[in-house]
């Protein structure tokens, strides 16, 4: 069965903290996404990765960066975090393949408070 | 560049009423359409998605969608609501020439009502 799963589903951070969003995939899956959810907003895309080492920005990047060291993880980090950061953040893998046609499967998301 | 707007914040129906959830996108070309669901407490998971071929495209749970060129829709429907489909519900559009992105709409969260 397919797995992405996240290092914490609640975490409690301070203004200025730098903070570490852990994704691991069992799947072997080359490509590795990270969003953020916020309530009528959808889903929008910070980084990817379609490689171990390899990142690529995505729509909102600013504030974040990420690093991917081995094919099975990929981190997201906030490098000094603040109270506009606050959010839901999902973690996604998809195979190796046709990306724009091939289905992302998600982690159950971590929560994000920032004080 | 694609956008995806989902007509509808909050859609309330009775248990056994049909289920319409809808979605438009703006491309010149049509892209590739996905649903998405997310239940509480719960990371997304793929309904269904059309790439090519048949435009009627049937998902898991008794979902399906047909893809309207003519209209640049994509809504998802179900004949008969049950409880547990209570859930929020993302549209999502993607294209190789936008970097194999998924573009997501704001979400449609589905109340079923007893």
């Known amino acids: 069965d397919v797995k992405v799963t996240q290092s914490s589903r609640y975490l409690v951070k301070r203004t200025g903290e730098k903070v570490f969003l852990e994704c691991v995939q069992d799947?072997?899956?080359?490509?590795m996404f990270w969003y953020r959810q916020d309530p009528g907003l959808g889903l929008r895309l910070i980084y990817f990765s379609y490689d171990v080492k390899m990142k690529e920005k995505g729509d909102i990047p600013e504030g974040y960066s990420v690093s991917r060291e081995k094919k099975e993880r990929f981190s997201l980090i906030l490098e000094s975090a603040s109270t506009n950061q606050t959010s839901m953040y999902l973690c996604?893998?998809?195979?190796?393949?046709?990306?724009?046609?091939?289905?992302?499967?998600f982690g159950p998301g971590t929560r994000l408070t920032v004080l | 560049a694609q956008s995806v707007t989902q007509l509808g914040s909050h859609v309330s129906v009775s248990e056994g009423a049909l289920v319409l959830l809808r979605c438009n996108y703006s491309?010149?070309?049509?892209?590739?359409l996905f649903w998405y669901v997310q239940y509480p407490n719960q990371g997304l998971q793929l309904l269904l998605k059309y790439t090519t071929g048949a435009t009627l495209v049937k998902g898991i749970n008794g979902f399906e969608a047909e893809f309207k060129k003519s209209e640049t829709s994509f809504h998802l429907t179900k004949p008969s609501a049950h409880m547990s489909d209570a859930a929020e519900y993302f549209c999502a559009v993607s294209r190789m020439e936008y970097g194999n992105k998924l573009v997501f709409g704001a979400g449609t969260i589905l109340r079923v009502k007893s």
């Open positions: 491309s010149s070309v049509p892209p590739y």
């Open positions: 799947m072997d899956h080359e490509n």
């Open positions: 996604a893998s998809s195979p190796l393949g046709q990306p724009s046609t091939d289905t992302q499967y």
